[in-house]
């Protein structure tokens, strides 16, 4: 067992399947800069056979980002991982994460599949998902409701292909904590070649448990990738929140002992874009990245915060990415606090010329403005989007 906690980020593959999350090729790929900035370990960055443009995002995607491993969705069948590996082709390391449900809820009413065809079906996708990548996911659709004597079957079968990662997704956001983290324990005891696997948690938010059960996996279960979204984006109450398993994990490093890749001072800046290009705010009290997550009201508290800010703060503000002192931006704000908040939206104007026009338009605005938004700003980094500016800085 490594003591590594990978981190997977599925904001531009679950996360869209949220109502109203569609997103361009264009802002799939700044949310995937910024999540390759902020140092996931996987970013899955679409479903390749689900259409032509997330096929098209997927490979725009695959042919920029280097650091982290890109990977695509694909149903257990061949067209699916045919096409995941032609949209990842252009990435320097890249994953084809194949599924196929398992509970015989799914294969009997959705599949109509009997469980051997099911079992079979899952080892020829890993088998040809192998032929592309060393690298291959196999996921257990409505794995928590999944019977555990068949479950064991067709995981072992799935390594024994070459699966090097097996994910038991809580589809249905259904599984407790405790049970959650049973399932996932007694998995790796059960399966003769669990070892040569890294067990994976995926978990729906349907009961407001799913950093919850994620975190149980972990540390009761021996899970060692969590599959996450900024802001807990994802299809219904959404997926495990990124920034809410990182911090757990790095601010409790004393009773988790992992270590996390993840720069956390880019997760403010992460999610603001991902609310800006989703149009899905985030309420005030969001733990790690709400408005008021690091603000204290009550004279008791700032009191004390003043004299002794452990006496209220668990975490820096600073560490996920809040600057220190909270800058208000008007006329009288010099460039350097200008290109600060810019940088903290994850808006970097990298050519000097550029960034003096966008300070020039944002003093005219500050002039008409008491204060500056950063709704405002974003506009009107825009704008320098519309007056030809080289939208890849973004
Ligand atoms: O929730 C789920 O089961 C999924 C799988 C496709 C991983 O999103
Ligand atoms: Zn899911």
Known sequence: MTDKLIIFDTTLRDGEQSPGASMTREEKLRIARQLERMRVDVIEAGFA??????????????GEVRESIVCSLAR?????????????????????????????LHMEKKLRMSPDQVYEQARRAVRLARSFTDDVEFSAEDGSRSGLDFLCRVLEGVIDEGATTINVPDTVGYAIPDGYAELIRSLRERIPNSDKAVFSVHCHDDLGLAVANSLAA????????????????????????????VMAVKTRRDFFGLDVNVDTTQIVAASKLVSEITGFAVQPNKAVVGANAFAHASGIHQDGVLKARDTYEIMRAEDVGWSANKIV???????????????????????????????VRFKALADREAIVSDEALIALAKESEGMGTNHSHF
């Open 218 to 245: 972990v540390k009761l279960g021996g899970a060692r990738q969590i599959e996450c979204a900024i802001n807990g984006l994802g299809e219904r109450a959404g997926n495990t929140a990124l920034e809410e398993v």
């Open 49 to 62: 056979a689900s259409s032509e443009g997330d096929f098209e995002a997927i490979r725009a995607i695959a």
């Open 76 to 104: 257990a069948g061949e067209r699916d991982i045919l096409r995941a590996a032609e949209a990842l082709r252009p990435a320097s390391r890249f994953r084809i994460h194949t599924f196929i449900a398992t509970s015989a």
């Open 329 to 359: 931006l008007g006329k009288l704000s010099g460039r350097n606090a200008f290109k600060q908040r810019l940088r903290e939206l994850a808006i970097m104007i990298d050519d000097e010329a550029e960034l003096n026009a966008a300070f």
